[in-house]
């Protein structure tokens, strides 16, 4: 009977896509795989002496298979479009977007964690044996079912290239765990039954920039047509090689449930550029037709309706009072059609005399100002600080009567 292991709630990618590393996360409590290497004896008594002789007869080591199948979408019909998903990527980004676009199945029954990219689960089968068939396991029947998920925030990687990092967009990332107790190092991992739809592809290791393995030496040979695959298992460390292995759809297949997911080339993502620059060239003209429209009609307002004694506008339509007084006396400045809550100087005689706020429709008023004592004309200036709007204002100042 299969059986099952608890779905991971929160699982490093380091930790879950290779298990090689012996070591993986469940619920929080790290766990670790060991292997064990036996020895079998065989016992003889002597009947005449009664001495008991205990022979080495041979010793078996337990190896890991572990098995994550992905079923391509139908963006990915061969191998060179398999190889383009890698193309000018580290290996870990390669990974996950292989991952992405041929999304991990299961076996029926063995459901994906929810709100992961993942394929339909189906019915297929493997099968492992040892050196001259000594031992073997299966998948249905001997197989660990070991569920997970991976999240772009997990490695720091936008792996849909929508610009973002998110803990929100996760793929599938369970997989099977076989073992064998074989006496030889020699073991050959075959799909006995594939998908329905689909055939072998594409056989894959986890990077070594991911985790500190030697999975990819342990591969002897593979043949695509019949699915089989020959490790060595001499040199392995630890005992245990994940493999990723990638169905592709048959030629009478036309798609999958799941929806293909293409990465940008270079060359799509200028064409994007370009047509963003030539949309903000164009909203660019309009704003500076529109700001030239309003200057002009503000500007008639303003000589129209509102210059008071000589007041010279250079702002569409910010508008001072313009009074006038005799030496000495004080007066109050008022203003209206400023930009709303900004910063407003007074300038007189190249000085700022004060600093003034507009309200939320663009008033203002100033204290009583001090009118010089030497008559004439003079000019006041009231800037606008982040509206840019000037007004001069002229006031004639004349001798007490």
Same mark, same amino acid.
């Given at each position: 009977?299969?059986?099952?292991?608890?779905?991971?709630?929160? @699982?490093?990618?380091?930790?879950?896509?290779?298990?090689?590393?012996?070591?993986?996360? =469940?619920?929080?409590?790290?766990?670790?795989?060991?292997?064990?290497?036996?020895?079998?004896?065989?016992?003889?008594?002597?009947?005449?002496?009664?001495?008991?002789?205990?022979?080495?007869?041979?010793?078996?080591?337990?190896?890991?298979?572990?098995?994550?199948?992905?079923?391509?979408?139908?963006?990915?019909? =061969?191998?060179?479009?398999?190889?383009?998903?890698?193309?000018?990527?580290?290996?870990?980004?390669?990974?996950?977007?292989?991952?992405?676009?041929?999304?991990?199945?299961? !076996?029926?029954?063995?459901?994906?964690?929810?709100?992961?990219?993942?394929?339909?689960?189906?019915?297929?089968? &493997?099968?492992?044996?040892?050196?001259?068939?000594?031992?073997? +396991?299966?998948?249905?029947?001997?197989?660990?079912?070991?569920?997970?998920?991976?999240?772009? =925030?997990? @490695?720091? #990687?936008?792996?849909?290239?929508?610009?973002?990092?998110?803990?929100?967009?996760?793929?599938?990332?369970?997989?099977?765990?076989?073992?064998?107790?074989?006496?030889?190092?020699?073991?050959?991992?075959?799909?006995?039954?594939?998908?329905?739809?689909?055939?072998?592809?594409?056989?894959?290791?986890?990077?070594?920039?991911?985790? +500190?393995?030697?999975?990819?030496?342990?591969?002897?040979?593979?043949?695509?047509?019949?699915?089989?695959?020959?490790?060595?298992?001499?040199?392995?460390?630890?005992?245990?090689?994940? !493999?990723?292995?990638?169905?592709?759809?048959?030629?009478?297949?036309?798609?999958?449930?799941?929806?293909?997911?293409?990465?940008?080339?270079?060359?799509?993502?200028?064409?994007?550029?370009?047509?963003?620059?030539?949309?903000?060239?164009?909203?660019?003209?309009?704003?500076?037709?529109?700001?030239?429209?309003?200057?002009?009609?503000?500007?008639?307002?303003?000589?129209?309706?509102?210059?008071?004694?000589?007041?010279?506008?250079?702002?569409?339509?910010?508008?001072?009072?313009?009074?006038?007084?005799?030496?000495?006396?004080?007066?109050? &400045?008022?203003?209206?059609?400023?930009?709303?809550?900004?910063?407003?100087?007074?300038?007189?005689?190249?000085?700022?005399?004060?600093?003034?706020?507009?309200?939320?429709?663009?008033?203002?008023?100033?204290?009583?100002?001090?009118?010089?004592?030497?008559?004439?004309? #003079?000019?006041?200036? &009231?800037?606008?600080?982040? +509206?840019?709007?000037?007004?001069?204002?002229?006031?004639?100042?004349?001798?007490?009567?």
């Amino acid at each position: 009977m299969k059986k099952t292991k608890s779905t991971w709630s929160s @699982i490093v990618f380091s930790m879950l896509l290779i298990a090689s590393l012996g070591v993986v996360s =469940s619920g929080g409590v790290a766990f670790a795989q060991t292997n064990t290497t036996g020895t079998t004896t065989a016992t003889t008594t002597d009947n005449t002496t009664g001495t008991t002789t205990s022979n080495t007869t041979g010793t078996t080591t337990m190896n890991h298979i572990m098995v994550m199948k992905h079923l391509c979408n139908y963006n990915v019909k =061969s191998v060179t479009d398999f190889e383009n998903l890698e193309v000018n990527r580290d290996p870990i980004s390669a990974l996950a977007n292989t991952v992405l676009n041929c999304p991990t199945t299961g !076996l029926v029954g063995d459901n994906a964690v929810a709100d992961t990219v993942s394929s339909p689960r189906m019915n297929y089968e &493997f099968k492992i044996t040892g050196e001259n068939g000594t031992a073997s +396991s299966t998948m249905s029947q001997d197989g660990m079912f070991m569920p997970g998920k991976l999240c772009e =925030s997990d @490695i720091n #990687k936008d792996v849909d290239g929508n610009g973002s990092v998110a803990s929100s967009t996760c793929l599938d990332i369970s997989h099977y765990d076989m073992h064998i107790n074989a006496s030889s190092s020699l073991i050959t991992v075959a799909e006995t039954i594939n998908p329905t739809g689909y055939h072998f592809g594409a056989l894959r290791f986890t990077p070594n920039s991911l985790s +500190s393995n030697n999975d990819s030496a342990t591969l002897v040979g593979a043949s695509t047509t019949g699915g089989i695959i020959n490790l060595d298992m001499a040199t392995d460390t630890d005992k245990m090689v994940m !493999l990723h292995i990638y169905n592709f759809l048959d030629a009478t297949s036309t798609g999958t449930t799941t929806p293909p997911v293409i990465q940008p080339t270079n060359q799509a993502i200028m064409e994007v550029i370009k047509s963003i620059q030539a949309t903000l060239v164009m909203l660019q003209t309009q704003l500076q037709t529109l700001i030239n429209q309003l200057t002009t009609n503000g500007n008639n307002n303003g000589n129209n309706g509102g210059n008071n004694g000589g007041n010279v506008f250079t702002n569409a339509s910010a508008h001072v009072a313009s009074p006038t007084t005799v030496i000495g006396d004080t007066n109050d &400045f008022a203003g209206d059609h400023f930009q709303p809550y900004e910063k407003v100087s007074m300038i007189f005689d190249g000085n700022v005399v004060m600093t003034l706020d507009s309200d939320k429709e663009g008033n203002w008023h100033t204290p009583s100002v001090r009118m010089p004592i030497i008559p004439g004309q #003079k000019t006041y200036t &009231f800037k606008g600080l982040s +509206s840019g709007a000037e007004v001069n204002v002229n006031v004639q100042v004349t001798q007490i009567p």
